[in-house]
């Protein structure tokens, strides 16, 4: 699954929008949505508010957990911890990136949280790496990997060339049961 | 208009249940489907009624919006979601048909040796596809080098020559139910079997073979 991909299924996420205009209830296939009063906040996925919003039609309003303080906390968290922590949502990457592309004068401090989201970033996939390693040499046959999200695993996907048999490689490893909190990914 | 579709299902004796999905299940089951199909290193199932059924809800959808005439907004809200399924939908039949075309006579030979009970891998249109793709290459085989060839060097066998669907790669994957007792094998010889717990919703990496079932039955989902 490429990064396209990966944000394809992001846009199944629920955000707060504040409507410039009205409309009664749509049905969609996927379900339904309204009805849109003016100015009143409303939830819905994520893919088309990205395209209202383009027209100019309404106000993008930032998830609770896209806050300066909170993603600082989450931050220093992910640094204690040798595991992988919660992460706020399963799609933070793609959200953070899309809303501050499209929306950001909707969002105060956009830098700041964008630096923020990097370096969350950053800290997992250092982590990730470390336990591929381990992973390796320790020559397991099964991982845990909770708090992972698609974007994650779309990254160790991507390093995995296709051609590349795991017989061929017989140092492969996977995580033992005494380290089953513990993510972990190839490193090929 | 959110209509109740019935869905009708083979089970194993035969026999059929009808079960009623939301469009919006519909569409759950569909991207489900997708992913499966995406990470599963062999051709999964087919499921043509879920097929069938997106085509129906697209065409249905696509009726209507000829027919309104009202405001820019609501026609292209509805545009996009169905640019949206048709993008899942053509993805996951274009992806069936890599893999057709990569494993041919594998699939072709699991076709014959299947009991006549179990679900076909194959939805009609594609085994009339992976028979003429087989016949095709077969003869371009022939044509271009084989031939040519001394009379005792004719032929090829490409259920040998074509390599088999890799069942022992790696999967991510995200449990749905939980499930005891799944054995893993391990990688080196020096250490034994175990087996693990699966709970719900937790995430985990293994080989494609040890939980191919679970795949068909629906209990976890690959990502």
């Known amino acids: ?24 209830k749509i049905y969609l296939i996927g379900g339904d949505l309204g009805p849109f009063n003016l100015a009143y906040p409303w939830k819905c996925p994520f893919g088309w ?14 998830p609770e957990w896209m806050d300066v303080e909170k993603m600082e906390q989450i931050q220093d968290q992910e640094r204690k911890e040798e595991t992988f922590t919660p ?8 959200i953070t990136k899309l809303l501050l592309n499209h929306a950001s004068d909707n969002i105060s401090k956009a830098d700041t949280i964008r630096t923020l989201i990097k370096d969350l970033w950053d800290t997992r996939m250092a982590k990730l790496r470390v336990s591929a390693d381990n992973f390796v040499w320790q020559q397991e046959a099964h991982a845990k990997l909770d708090n992972l999200t698609n974007r994650h695993m779309d990254q160790c996907n991507q390093i995995k060339n296709p051609e590349i048999n795991p017989q061929t490689y017989e140092h492969l490893i996977f995580d033992k049961e005494a380290k089953l909190a513990q993510a972990t990914t190839f490193l090929i | 208009m959110t209509e109740v579709l019935d869905l009708h299902e083979q089970d194993s004796d035969g026999g059929s249940e009808e079960v009623v999905l939301t469009p919006a299940e519909l569409i759950e089951r569909l991207e489900q489907a997708w992913m499966n199909e995406k990470f599963a290193p062999e051709l999964l199932e087919s499921k043509p009624e879920i097929v069938e ?7 249905h959808m696509e009726g209507n919006l000829r ?19 048709r993008y899942i939908l053509s993805s ?6 890599m893999k057709i075309e990569k494993f041919f006579p594998h699939i072709l030979e699991k076709e014959k040796m299947r009991p006549a009970g179990e679900p076909s891998v194959l939805s009609p249109e594609e085994f009339v596809f992976v028979k003429e793709y087989m016949d095709h290459t077969e003869t371009h085989l022939k044509n271009v080098a084989l031939k040519h060839m001394p009379p005792n060097l004719q032929k090829v066998d490409l259920l040998r020559a074509v390599p088999k669907p890799d069942l022992d790669s790696y999967v ?3 449990v749905k139910e939980r499930q005891e007792n799944i054995l893993v094998e391990p990688e080196a010889d020096e250490q034994r079997d175990y087996v693990i717990d699966l709970e719900e919703g937790s995430q985990h990496l293994i080989r494609y073979k040890t939980i191919a079932p679970l795949v068909a039955s629906g209990a976890v989902q690959l990502i």
Do not use: W
Not at chain 1, 6 to 22: H, R, W, Y
Not at chain 1, 87 to 92: E, F, K
Not at chain 2, 73 to 81: A, D, F, N, P, T
Not at chain 2, 92 to 97: A, D, G, H, I, S
């Open chain 1, 1 to 24: 699954m490429d990064a396209a991909e990966v944000e394809f299924l992001a846009k199944k996420e629920l955000v707060t929008i504040i409507p410039n205009f009205s409309l009664d």
């Open chain 1, 49 to 62: 508010p990205i395209n209202l919003k383009q027209r100019q039609k309404c106000c993008l309003l930032p």
């Open chain 1, 87 to 94: 992460v706020p949502s399963p799609h933070y990457m793609e």
């Open chain 2, 53 to 59: 059924c997106v085509m129906e809800q697209l065409e």
């Open chain 2, 67 to 85: 027919r309104a005439k009202s405001g820019d907004l609501k026609v292209s809200i509805h545009r996009m979601e169905m640019e949206r399924i």
């Open chain 2, 92 to 97: 996951y039949l274009r992806c069936r048909l």
């Open chain 2, 172 to 174: 991510f994957l995200r």
